[in-house]
């Protein structure tokens, strides 16, 4: 395939029908050469023996997904929840990649305290970047679309995101600009630039809004070019600020979940080099 994709990263999602080793293939194959990776399919493969696999294929690690859900008022379920983000620390530390990306968790059973819960993220984000500093580990905040709010990130736009952020080194904490989330914010462009200024886009991610949207809402992320977001303008905003990072396409799916991987890979190269580049 003619183009240039040397800054795409697939995230592993996008090709969930493969096992680790068929997306290192593929990956090489394909000719693209940097991946981001979920934790439990991580876990199951053996964090040392992953870190070894895409090494030895000359795949860059670009994200690992995800930490967070650190809203919990229960104390045993934050201590949970922050033991669990101290194990995925150290899961990115061991595949050697830089930045972990965090969604921030929903409202408590029966909790309408939605400012509350953001401060709660931060207080644990508080105890984390110590650790996170010390194995050479960046936190991604990323703002889930409003949709989301209740169950799963009170965090719904890069401003909320930044305004967490800022409280630590940008170093330490940043933000994840996900199109499928935020290509619906009018201040978006703004926050982008606040973001690129300070030196916290720590990862950016690609995939369409499609309407309507699936019964599963959490698998309604489209193929690029087939929906509402205008690629190319999010990817001159993030690289008006100075990032020439990883450009990682993060598509769920079931309709290309049920394809064959290499067409499914090929296909999503194709449609980056297309609306993307």
Avoid at 15 to 38: F, H
Avoid at 51 to 73: K, N
Wanted: with cysteine; hydrophobic share 45%; charged share 25%.
């Amino acid at each position: 395939m003619s183009g240039d994709l040397s800054r795409l990263s697939i995230n592993q999602e996008t090709v969930k029908q493969w096992s680790l080793e068929e997306l290192a293939e593929g990956c090489v194959k394909a000719g693209v050469r940097q991946a981001g990776l979920w934790r439990a399919p991580v876990q199951e493969y053996g964090v040392e023996r992953a870190a070894r696999l895409f090494a030895d294929a000359g795949i860059t690690v670009t994200s690992l997904c995800r930490g967070g859900f650190f809203t919990a008022v229960d104390p045993a379920e934050r201590a949970a929840a922050l033991a669990d983000n101290r194990a995925a620390i150290d899961e990115a530390a061991g595949l050697s990649t830089a930045t972990l990306v965090l969604v921030s968790g929903g409202l408590p059973a029966r909790d309408r305290d939605i400012a509350g819960a953001r401060e709660r993220v931060a207080d644990s984000l508080a105890e984390l970047v110590p650790y996170a500093a010390e194995r050479g580990v960046r936190l991604a905040i990323e703002p889930l679309h409003p949709m989301f709010a209740s169950d799963r990130c009170v965090v719904s736009t890069l401003s909320q995101a930044l305004d967490i952020a800022e409280r630590f080194p940008a170093e330490q904490v940043g933000v994840c600009v996900d199109t499928y989330h935020i290509w619906w914010d009018d201040q978006a462009p703004a926050q982008i630039a606040r973001a690129g200024a300070g030196g916290r886009i720590h990862a950016f991610q690609l995939a369409d809004w499609i309407t309507p949207l699936p019964a599963g809402v959490l698998l309604g992320r489209g193929q690029l070019g087939d929906g509402s977001v205008d690629f190319r303008s999010f990817r001159a905003m993030v690289e008006a600020t100075g990032y020439d990072g990883p450009i990682e396409v993060e598509i769920f799916n079931e309709e290309l979940w049920a394809r064959d991987g290499g067409e499914a890979l090929a296909e999503v190269a194709a449609r980056y080099l297309e609306h993307a580049c």
